[in-house]
T-cell receptor, first 120, second 113 residues
Framework: EPEVTQTPSHQVTQMGQEVILRCVPI?????FYWYRQILGQKVEFLVS????????KSEIFDDQFSVERPDGSNFTLKIRSTKLEDSAMYFC??????????????????FGPGTRLTVL | GQQLNQSPQSMFIQEGEDVSMNCTSS?????WLWYKQDPGEGPVLLIA?????ELTSNGRLTAQFGITRKDSFLNISASIPSDVGIYFC?????????????FGRGTQLTVWP
């Protein structure tokens, strides 16, 4: 069964450093998302992306964050200058276009296993 | 933004018992989803609900989309040890272009053999 993959599984960085988190969405999906989950808290939406553009972003997704689809398979989240409070699990999700098949496939976001980011 | 209240926060039950958890929101959603998360993993979809009043089953799991569109519940019947994990409800915002999800805080389920 196709799945979303993410690398690395764990990233440790110093405060102020740049990090890039990578995701490979399911191959025929065209909607992409990033979410984060601070330890012990709920999953929070960061950004959605379609057709090489940000569709929507939350208040968390400030100027320190950016997303990119550099090629036909990868979807990346960059944090330019990490802060302690950026420590969290970051989940990538992807979704098929409506009409691509039966529900729930076309309406559901499928999540990757996450990258645990630790900022020291 | 939309607020989802999920309860209970945690449950400790014996194998074979039934479990019920629910979610209420401050706003209307057009889709309710229930996910399970195992330690160190991403959320895995259990059940998706698309219409008010809809009742859907997936094996021992049953979920319903509330008539008011502001609530949903998930039932697990005859629990087994592998049901252990965190269960999240999520609502899909009908005003969101690509269907941004709002998550509840989760219900931590522990099943004793």
């Amino acid at each position: 069964e196709p799945e979303v993959t993410q690398t690395p599984s764990h990233q440790v960085t110093q405060m102020g450093q740049e990090v890039i988190l990578r995701c490979v969405p399911i191959s025929n999906h065209l909607y992409f998302y990033w979410y984060r989950q601070i330890l012990g808290q709920k999953v929070e939406f960061l950004v959605s992306f379609y057709n090489n553009e940000i569709s929507e972003k939350s208040e968390i997704f400030d100027d320190q964050f950016s997303v990119e689809r550099p090629d036909g398979s990868n979807f990346t989240l960059k944090i330019r200058s990490t802060k302690l409070e950026d420590s969290a699990m970051y989940f990538c999700a992807s979704r098929a276009l409506p009409g691509a098949g039966e529900r729930p496939t076309t309406d559901t976001q499928y999540f990757g296993p996450g990258t645990r980011l630790t900022v020291l | 933004g939309q607020q989802l209240n999920q309860s209970p926060q945690s449950m400790f039950i014996q194998e074979g018992e039934d479990v019920s958890m629910n979610c209420t929101s401050s706003s209307i959603f057009n889709t309710w989803l229930w996910y399970k998360q195992d330690p160190g993993e991403g959320p895995v979809l259990l059940i998706a609900l698309y219409k008010a009043g809809e009742l859907t089953s997936n094996g021992r799991l049953t979920a319903q989309f509330g008539i008011t569109r502001k609530d949903s519940f998930l039932n697990i019947s005859a629990s087994i040890p592998s049901d252990v994990g965190i269960y999240f409800c999520a609502g899909q915002d009908r005003g969101s272009t690509l269907g941004r999800l709002y998550f509840g805080r989760g219900t931590q389920l522990t099943v004793w053999p």
